[in-house]
Structure formats: C-alpha cells, structure tokens
C-alpha cells in the first residue's frame, strides 16, 4: 500500500482523487498549502502536486521536493496547457504532467505508472533479501525475517533508495508518521535489532550503512 500526498486548494479535486486512490488501495495524505505541504513530502512514496497554490506555488514546491526528496515521484496538475509551461514544471523536478480538467481514472493510472516505476508497491529484490510490500513479507536467503511491523517499515524505506542517506529525523517523520517519538535513539535500537535479524555486521555491513554524523543509508551494491 503507497501513500500519496494530494496536494491541491480545490476542495472538490481533492475529495474526488481522493476517492479514486482510496478505491485503489493507497493510503491518501491531502493539503491545500504548499507551504503547509513541505514536512508531508518525507512520508509520501508519490506526490500529485496542483501548479496553482497558496503559500508555495507548485511548481516551487516540486522543485523543493525533487531537491529534498530526489527519489519522489511527482505527477503535477495544472490547467496550464501551453508547452512552455509544460516544459518549466517538468525542469522543476516533476515526472509527468496532467492538464486540467482530467479524468480521475487517469490520473490514478498515472500514479500507478509512477510508483511502478520507482518500484514502490510490488517486492525488493537486494540480492538474498526479499520485501514484498504488498503482504509485508520478508526472506532472508528464502527463510522468514521475524521484522516487527516497524523494523519491516524502516528496512523498506531503506531498501527502497539505496545509497540514500537518510537522517534520524527523516525516517521517524516517515515511519512513524507526524506524531513520531521525540528520542532519536529509537532508530538507532531498531537498526540494531534489524541488523542482528540480517546477520549483518555495523562495522562491515552488507545491508545497512552507519554515515556518521547524517544517519543511515542500505547499501547500493
């Protein structure tokens, strides 16, 4: 199940895509504000940002995302339909465009497209290891992992983006969602119990790298 961040001042497109995402099996986070959009993008796994905004236009915050959250897909609405405009939202950082008005099944579609591509929503292949993130499921050379619902998360928001460093703060904002613990430390025991699960050694990791100082990435080989 994906989260998709709906970011977009039109009550009536937003309970509309709403609607549709839902019935598609997403989790569905919506703002109104661009501004008030900015700490959201971290938990996203796709964003589906309105070029017209309050507070931070679109196409400021797209490029902010693509900036902040490289990894992110962005599908961005706009009723702008001129090439110029087109190409200056894609050069901000989004992956594909809508214009307004669209269908709903549509852009549902493209979202799919989105997160197909970035592989979000399917299985993890990192050599032994395997994710399923549709049953939640993780093997380790064929044999079960025992992750807790949280370390599971943590090991896929990780597996995810390799070579991503990803600081403490970052991954309780994702993982824990907005009412995340105020220690950080609580990452830091759930590494270590995911490590010890994988076998994997801090000091020469196969799986998951310590950047000291910034916080943690899985390995890109």
């Known amino acids: 199940m994906a989260t998709v961040l709906i970011v977009d001042d039109d009550p009536a497109i937003l309970e509309v895509l709403q609607a549709y995402l839902l019935a598609d099996g997403h989790r569905v986070e919506t703002e109104s504000d661009g501004l008030a959009a900015l700490p959201l993008l971290a938990r996203a796994d796709v964003a589906v940002i309105d070029w017209m905004l309050p507070g931070m ?5 797209t490029a902010y995302a693509r900036r902040d959250h490289p990894q992110l897909p962005i599908l961005l609405l706009t009723a702008r339909s001129e090439e110029e405009d087109r190409l200056r939202g894609l050069n901000a950082g989004a992956d594909d ?3 307004k008005p669209f269908s709903p099944r549509e852009v549902v579609a493209r979202v799919r497209a989105l997160l197909r591509r970035a592989g979000v929503g399917e299985g993890i292949e990192v050599g032994a290891l395997s994710l399923s ?3 939640r499921a993780a093997t ?3 044999q079960p992992l025992a ?6 998360d943590l090991l896929a928001t990780l597996a995810q983006h390799p070579g991503l460093v990803w600081s403490r703060e970052r991954l ?3 993982v824990w969602g907005p009412d995340y613990p105020s220690v950080t430390r609580v990452v830091d025991v759930h590494i270590t119990s995911i490590r010890r699960k994988l076998g994997d050694d801090a000091e020469s990791p196969t799986f998951i790298e310590t950047v000291r100082g910034l916080g943690y990435r899985f390995r890109e080989d």
């Open 133 to 135: 993130l549709t049953s």
């Open 97 to 99: 465009y809508v214009v």
């Open 172 to 174: 309780m904002e994702r």
């Open 147 to 152: 992750l807790s619902r949280t370390e599971f």
């Open 57 to 61: 236009s679109g196409v400021e915050l």
């Open 140 to 142: 380790l050379r064929g």
